[in-house]
């Protein structure tokens, strides 16, 4: 099973094609609970200060975690996700524009850039409105992110990997 990080103690740890609902391992000397990545469901024994700072972490992590979980899906090399105590870099988007349909290209402060298709990614009530084009060409810079006039936006994080699972598809075939 891999490690994919390892904090305070804690050794938290994915499998590959493991059974839903999407969640992770974390150790802590002898005791041991799984923790359902999207509802944050703990199941098992484990200290309670240990289990505070695990939860903390799982919700700084979130995002990450469901990219690792689909790529043990699909049996591919799962990312390190940052301990505690190790400064992050958050990511800005610096431009965001449309290009045509659901694609946009955004451009990062670490460099990045490229063209995403969130076409896939419209599930759920907030992002209903975003299946009309002329809605969705509506996006503006919030903050460091995009977002909709309806509220509706996507991690600045989020949308990297997007970028850089393209790219890596791109490059592969």
């Known amino acids: 099973m891999p ?12 499998h590959y094609r493991h059974h839903a609902p999407p969640h992770f391992h974390v150790h802590y000397g002898d005791y041991k609970v799984t923790i359902e990545i999207e509802l944050g469901v703990v199941n098992g024994r484990f200290p309670k200060r240990a289990l505070s700072a695990v939860l903390e972490w799982h919700e700084l992590n979130r995002s990450a975690l ?3 979980w689909h790529k043990a899906e699909n049996r591919e090399t799962l990312d390190t996700i940052p301990p505690f ?5 958050f ?14 290209h955004v451009s990062f402060d ?7 298709d969130l076409s896939t990614e419209l599930d759920g009530p ?19 992110t995009i977002e909709w006039p ?13 970028l ?4 890596r598809s791109l490059a592969t075939a």
């Open 150 to 162: 309806n509220g509706a936006d996507f991690a600045p994080e989020y949308l990297h990997s997007l």
């Open 126 to 144: 907030v992002f209903e409105p975003l299946w009309d084009i002329d809605f969705f060409r509506q996006t503006s810079l919030n903050g460091s």
């Open 110 to 116: 670490d460099g990045f850039s490229g063209i995403v």
């Open 66 to 68: 469901l990219l690792d």
């Open 164 to 167: 850089n699972a393209a790219s």
């Open 3 to 14: 490690e994919i990080s390892r904090f305070l103690g804690n050794i938290a740890r994915l």
């Open 91 to 104: 990511l800005h988007l610096t431009q965001a524009h449309h290009v045509s349909g659901h694609w946009l």
């Open 85 to 89: 105590g190790i400064a992050m870099n």
